[in-house]
């Protein structure tokens, strides 16, 4: 149960295989809230495929000799980022961290098969979930993600789900735990000291995209809060500097104001109609 509730509280919004063909998140599920395919009237969770370091599944099973090298660049990776981290034996988790990884993407379906929406719309009861994907401990995993009190979630890729779950409980707990510790390093080293920063762009920068440097530390910052942020900044400056949008109670008094002043302003034009009078 402490393992399903690991990674049920790492479970987040993060894909959106809709709008934006965004089917990547580094924990093992990832969530995408729309309108339901069968009813657009109401709102539902998807739950899609994850768990994985690299791009998608092929960059671990494909003969090519350029996915051969980068998967021999993530290995090294994973190692540099436990033994900069202070981890005992860094070499042997990495190892292990890399063979679960590898489980994972064998469990996972293809991108072609991810994006058929067609193959996407399984409405599981969540009182189903460990029938149809056992494994996991779902009542542990939905209640740390906040999703207990769902009665129904969509499983995009049902067949992955299934074997994901089994993966849960069939590899070693010692595996899973050096796969958390290293994601959870993985995930905020651009915003750990230079020494992570550095080996994180080394293979995500450099070895996966060709960037040959790292933007200055000041932009990276400024980027990231705009990514989080920009849609809540932008209705702060909206209501701020266009009147409109935020707070609902701003705005009942700001009309106040002007209806006080147009008030104002009819009285003593009738008042100064009947003087000239």
């Known amino acids: 149960a402490a393992l399903s509730r690991d990674l049920g509280g790492a479970l987040r919004a993060d894909v959106d295989p809709i709008n934006a063909t965004n089917f990547h998140t580094e924990n093992l599920f990832g969530l995408f809230v729309a309108q339901g395919l069968e009813d657009p009237s109401k709102n539902v969770g998807y739950l899609l495929q994850g768990g994985l370091g690299m791009p998608d599944r092929e960059y671990y099973l494909s003969a090519d000799p350029d996915m051969v090298k980068t998967r021999d660049a993530y290995k090294a990776y994973i190692a540099a980022l436990l033994k900069q981290a202070g981890t005992t034996d860094a070499e042997a988790k990495a190892k292990a961290v890399f063979d679960l990884e590898l489980q994972i993407a064998r469990a996972h379906a293809s991108v072609i098969d991810s994006q ?23 009542p542990a995993f939905l209640d740390a993600a906040g999703l207990s009190g769902q009665r129904t979630l969509v499983a995009w890729q049902p067949e992955a789900t299934r074997k994901l779950s089994a993966l849960v409980a069939s590899q070693p707990l010692q595996a899973w735990k050096d796969y958390l510790r ?79 002043r147009s008030k104002r302003t009819l009285v003593a034009g009738v008042a100064k109609a009947r003087g000239v009078t």
């Open 182 to 260: 290293f994601h959870a390093i993985n995930h905020s080293a651009s915003l750990l000291p230079k020494a992570y920063a550095d080996l994180r762009f080394g293979f995500y920068g450099t070895q996966l995209t060709g960037a040959t440097q790292q933007r200055d530390r000041w932009k990276r910052a400024l980027s990231a809060t705009d990514g989080a942020l920009g849609d809540a900044i932008g209705q702060r400056v909206e209501c701020e500097a266009l009147g409109v949008g935020g707070d609902r109670g701003a705005r009942r008094q700001r009309q106040r104001q002007r209806e006080t």
């Open 116 to 138: 058929n929406i067609h193959k996407a719309n399984n409405p599981w009861p969540v009182a189903d979930f460990g029938k149809q994907a056992p494994g996991i401990d779902w």
